[in-house]
């Protein structure tokens, strides 16, 4: 096994490589490296006096197939005491069925007919995964589930399990460059200094990486290049009381009804254990923006958080009919932060792997940018590009 292994990034991509990585004996030393002050990404909370938990990010994970049961094999081995429009946030007239939502894609494929597939194939395939969380999981029906303190609890313990098994962890350290070396490893430029690596594991946003390449690297870069994401608006939003004329998750908005608001989460209803302790009250998320974020609110870089939150409470009381002032809101605008599989995405991916390939590149592409934006597809790639990586060697 190589020396030396470099992470790129340290939201759940990243630190879900370093996992799969800290747990196999022959990898000798393993550096995550983060430009920003925290990991986890876009996987954050905020926990308030009273006990109330408010995501910014992603708020819960379905535990269904390999893929969702693989992750909850990976929380039980790390953190199984914290455990007690949606997606893409994109325009469905230019994504990609085949590389945003596989599962239809392939159910199409294989049966002639999305509801036909659907309902006939998928169970049984892949390999068996089991654990006493996984088992739990489809004893109960889980069909979504989340963390007590938050979804950030995810990342706080992963990196506590890294660091015991010697991982060396390094925040506010952006990549600057990246350059080939004579015997095929990396060069990294860092804001101080450099550090030498056999392999490289790329967990930052394809457009991110395209900018670090080489010039050797080009073909790669343009690849990279034209894979976009949007940005999105978060605001949460909490009330007095149960005042909620409906329950569920929450609800979607087409955009011919309201391009800006992409839906609302109930997350008072969908994880009432995260609700403040004492008196009732209702939680919500609005999620705005996406593709239509500079038709519908403006340039992301011009908005103000005011701006979000007024555009918040008017969908909120539209929708739902609440006038009340909120008795807590938070404003975060996440940008760059959903990238959009266009038609066409599954051929650059494809491309891609053929590159890394023929060119001997000792790098592995992992994250949202690829293969699917939830936290499962992340864990996931990491997974497999670990796994690829091992076997190679």
Not at 183 to 211: F, M, Y
Not at 271 to 294: C, I, K, Y
Request: charged content about 20%.
């Amino acid at each position: 096994m190589q020396k030396t292994v470099v992470v790129a990034g340290g939201g759940i991509s990243g630190l879900a490589a370093c996992y799969y990585l800290a747990k196999n004996a022959s990898v000798s030393k393993i550096i995550l490296l983060e430009g920003s002050s925290r990991l986890g990404g876009w996987l954050k909370s905020t926990r308030t006096e009273d006990g109330a938990v408010f995501e910014h990010g992603p708020r819960g994970i379905r535990p269904a197939g390999s893929v969702g049961k693989n992750t909850l094999t990976m929380i039980a081995d790390i953190a199984i005491d914290s455990l007690c429009r949606g997606v893409f946030a994109g325009d469905c007239r230019q994504l990609s069925v085949r590389s945003c939502l596989p599962a239809l894609y392939e159910a199409e494929r294989k049966r002639r007919s999305i509801i036909l597939g659907l309902a006939l194939g998928g169970e049984g395939e892949g390999p068996r995964i089991d654990s006493d969380l996984t088992r739990r999981a489809k004893r109960e029906r889980w069909s979504q589930w989340s963390l007590r303190r938050g979804m950030e609890t995810l990342p706080e313990a992963m990196e506590e399990f890294l660091r015991g098994r010697g991982v060396e962890i390094h925040r506010d350290t952006p990549l600057q460059r990246l350059e080939r070396t004579v015997d095929n490893c990396w060069k990294i430029t860092l804001p101080e200094g450099s550090v030498v690596a056999d392999h490289l594991i790329s967990a930052v946003p394809a457009q991110a990486l395209s900018r670090l390449l080489p010039a050797s690297a080009e073909p790669l870069a343009a690849e990279l290049r034209q894979i976009q994401a949007v940005s999105v608006g978060v605001v949460n939003l909490q009330y007095d009381g149960a005042v909620l004329p409906i329950t569920g998750f929450g609800h979607l908005v087409p955009s011919s009804e309201d391009s800006a608001i992409l839906g609302v989460v109930y997350d008072s209803v969908a994880f009432p254990d995260q609700n403040r302790h004492g008196a009732p009250s209702t939680r919500l998320t609005v999620m705005m923006g996406g593709a239509w974020f500079e038709k519908g609110i403006g340039e992301p870089d011009k908005v103000s958080h005011n701006q979000l939150l007024r555009r918040a409470s008017k969908a909120v009381t539209s929708h739902l009919g609440l006038s009340a002032t909120p008795t807590r809101a938070i404003v975060k605008l996440h940008k760059d932060c959903l990238p959009q599989y266009t038609v066409g995405h599954w051929k650059r991916i494809e491309n891609i792997s053929k590159y890394l390939e023929y060119q001997l590149l000792p790098l592995n592409l992992v994250g949202a940018s690829y293969e699917g934006v939830s936290v499962n597809d992340c864990i996931s790639s990491a997974q497999k590009a670990v796994g690829r990586l091992l076997r190679q060697q």
